[in-house]
């Protein structure tokens, strides 16, 4: 029984990620974009506290009755492609026929990839984008931008969660693990710094923001493109 209750309290910690986008979609009705951020950053570090966590309790051996992988994804669904998406068009961020058309296609897109089997690689990274449109418009929020640069920048990573792109787990892809790790928890205390300050960022943290999800959008495929190359290389001595 002493295995069963830590077991079962990791579900119920991963389950307050839906009070959290309950919260987040309120303050996403009242236009309070800030603190619709804020409350969906606390969704963002449950969500990468409980992994570990449900290994560390080894809830599908103590708490099997509940799948948290299928509690995982629910919620994600709304923290990270719902209500992001929502924010996106009525912020006026993308207003008009192109910020419906952006919604509908993260929301479609993000549906399909979270239901696709095959998202995560042996090396525990993702196959293709993983549907973190949370930390996408949250820069669109933050970095001043033309409206057709994020139009391409919706639409490349709408298509890149269809191809075996790897994108790193920072918490459990193993390669340059300390790197990616310390770069995700940069990049969630300057987002948090920019929810507190209402969007209205210094350049400091713009650019820290710009820095830290080029890398964690790109350090993945360019792991997977470098051995290949190597290999090419060689093949070709």
């Known amino acids: 029984m002493k295995h069963h209750i830590p077991a079962f309290a990791v579900h119920l910690f991963t389950a307050t990620g839906a009070g959290l986008a309950l919260v987040a979609m309120l303050a996403a009705g009242d236009r309070n974009w800030a603190m619709m951020y804020l409350w969906l950053l606390a ?18 051996t103590y708490a099997p009755q509940w799948d948290g992988v299928l509690l995982d994804l629910i919620i994600d669904y709304l923290t990270y492609v719902f209500i992001p998406a929502y924010a996106l068009f009525q912020s006026g961020l993308l207003p008009g026929w192109e910020g419906w058309i952006a919604a509908l296609v993260i929301c479609l897109t993000g549906a399909i990839y979270f239901a696709d089997t095959r998202m995560k690689t042996a090396d525990n990274s993702f196959s293709g984008f993983p549907g973190c449109w949370n930390m996408v418009v949250l820069v669109f929020f933050a970095v001043d931008m033309p409206k057709l640069l994020m139009l391409a920048i919706v639409a490349a990573l709408a ?3 269809f191809f075996p792109l790897k994108f790193v787990h920072p918490v459990r892809t193993r390669r340059l693990r300390p ?15 920019v929810g507190f300050d209402q969007f209205e960022p210094t350049w400091t943290a713009q650019i820290l923001l710009i820095l830290s999800s080029i890398y964690l959008l790109s350090i993945g495929v360019i792991m997977q493109i470098w051995p290949i190359a190597a290999s090419l290389s060689r093949r070709s001595e």
């Open 43 to 60: 969704a963002f570090v449950v969500d990468g506290i409980d992994g570990p966590l449900a290994r560390k309790f080894d809830v599908k």
């Open 159 to 161: 298509l890149a969660q």
């Open 179 to 193: 790197l990616s790790l310390a770069v995700m928890f940069l990049w969630v205390a300057v987002a948090f710094w």
